[in-house]
């Protein structure tokens, strides 16, 4: 066994004593992309779109795989237009009303395909799911998103919203083990989300103790959903582009970002001056910062489990995509994958002590270096 008991004189009691896995779980850190020989001429000849059918809605889907997060700094309609013309994806925050939707799916139908409508597992949360998709029917993701992915009660929750609309592509999480990735698919999520803790604003490993290294939960969540024909979602650790080709690398199909899309005028967040410089406040969506906008405050029964920072205003998000998408592109002709869906096919990874060669630090007088 991998795991071990703390063992007592009654041996009965050994089932209920705790466990300690040993196997090594790794992170984006702790790895480096190997790199092999290549037959790609240029970058330019790297293919980043993908085609892919989901196995509960049916839904064929082409576009680049790419994803901001739904939190209400990322999730906007301003970051979908942007992404628009790069075919990239957003998963819309749940806390727009169903007027601005409207007004949404009217100046932009074209960017229609390329978003979800997030919804929470609260009734509220479901009665404004109902209204969006019954008045704007072309919107074909919905967005499952909780904390906490493992309770019962969420799995039914998604099992009563793919009934409700079998034909609509539903993404459901978060979850980093392989058997709740296979729990999720068959109560008919199309797309699980992946990562417990891993993100820049998430407090969650801090207040609880909770979580998985996030390169593995990766590669063990994706070869669970591949196995039953379903996707994954890699959602929050990436900290630049590399982070993001190693995502896909492990298996991902989809990589969500939150933090590396804050900061942005698409963001529409709030612009602070403080002495003389630019800054843009984002906050996790379980942070009393979130919850004392959109809640009330902390309900006396929880804690915050994300943090309130201010990053440098970084301008329009188009500098950003460029570099995150041909930074891609540029690791795909390191390992000679033709296509973005060839790379995990390609991939070895390299256990690392060490990424970077930090010497000058933060001096880069680029935004994006």
């Keep these: 066994s991998s795991g071990i008991n703390a063992e007592y004189g009654d041996n009965s009691l050994l089932g209920d004593m705790p466990r300690i896995d040993f196997e090594v779980k790794l992170g ?19 293919t980043i779109e993908r085609e892919i059918r989901f196995r509960n ?3 064929k889907y082409r576009g680049v795989p790419v994803m901001a997060s739904n939190m209400d700094t990322t999730g906007t309609f301003s970051i979908a237009r942007a992404f628009r013309n790069h075919r990239m994806f957003v998963c819309i925050h749940k806390h727009y009303t169903l007027e601005q939707w409207l007004e949404f799916a009217a100046s932009d139908p074209e960017a229609l395909e390329h978003v979800a409508v997030s919804s929470g597992s609260s009734e509220r949360d479901m009665d404004k799911l109902r209204a969006i998709i019954t008045a704007i029917p072309s919107v074909q993701f919905i967005c499952l998103d909780v904390a906490n992915g493992y309770s019962e009660h969420f799995v039914e ?8 609309y079998p034909t609509k592509t539903i993404i459901a999480g978060n979850v980093v083990t392989g058997e709740m990735v296979e729990e999720l698919i068959l109560a008919g999520a199309d797309l699980v989300k992946v990562g417990i803790g891993p993100g820049s604003v998430c407090t ?25 024909g379903g996707h994954i979602v890699a959602d929050g650790g990436c900290t630049c582009p590399g982070d993001i080709a190693k995502a896909f690398g492990a298996g991902a199909d989809f990589v969500m970002l939150g933090g590396m899309f804050a900061g942005h005028d698409e963001g529409d ?94 001096k880069s007088i680029n935004k994006t270096d």
């Design 204 to 228: 969650t490993r801090k207040k609880t103790g909770v979580g998985y290294p996030q390169l593995s939960a990766v590669l063990e969540c994706a070869d669970a959903a591949h196995g039953l």
């Design 157 to 164: 929750f998604v099992k009563k919203v793919r009934s409700l």
């Design 57 to 59: 809605s049916g839904l």
């Design 269 to 362: 967040g709030e612009i602070i001056e403080k002495d003389g410089q630019k800054f843009v406040k984002f906050y996790g969506m379980s942070s009393s910062t979130a919850m004392e906008k959109h809640s009330g405050g902390v309900a006396n029964y929880r804690t915050s489990e994300g943090k309130t920072v201010l990053l440098p205003y970084k301008g329009s998000i188009e500098g950003t995509i460029q570099d995150i998408l041909g930074g891609v592109r540029s690791c795909c002709t390191y390992v000679g994958a033709v296509k973005l869906k060839e790379l995990p096919k390609r991939t070895t990874f390299v256990r690392v002590t060490r990424q970077l060669n930090e010497v000058y630090g933060s």
């Design 28 to 46: 984006y850190e702790d790895v480096l992309f190997r790199p092999k020989r290549s037959t790609l001429a240029s970058r330019s000849d790297v």
